[in-house]
């Protein structure tokens, strides 16, 4: 028997106040902090939001690039990414509304794989369509982009 999987899911996360900077995220099983630096005044002991959005970007790349290339038959023995952002803070910092909070992004992302260059290209159009937190980002208005290195 054959079980169709949903093609929309409900999520459902909790999150509870620690300090006025510090969260702690229940999602399925497993605990998250979310936290501000020490020089914010928080416990510095874990990521902040920002940053939480940008490492989801990251796995999510991790995450679907692998899916894909093992949807197309090509092995990635190894992801690696650095990732820049220039984010624009006056609205974390209660200065002025901002529409696009983060302004760019760049993704170095170096790959080791024995893909041929046709299937590597395949494999960066299919990850901008369908990794949802780089869809999300530029939807919103990020200018968002990759350099990757092939190994």
Known sequence: MHVKAKNVV????????????????TSRDLVSVIDEPLVREGTNQGLTPTETVLSSLMGCTNVIGHRLAHHMGIVLEDIHINLVCQLDRRGAALETEVEVPFVEIHMDIHVKTAASPAQINTLKSELAKFCPIAVMLRASGTHLTETWHIQ
């Open 10 to 25: 409900t999520m459902r996360m909790s999150a509870d106040s620690e300090t006025h900077a510090r969260a702690r995220i």
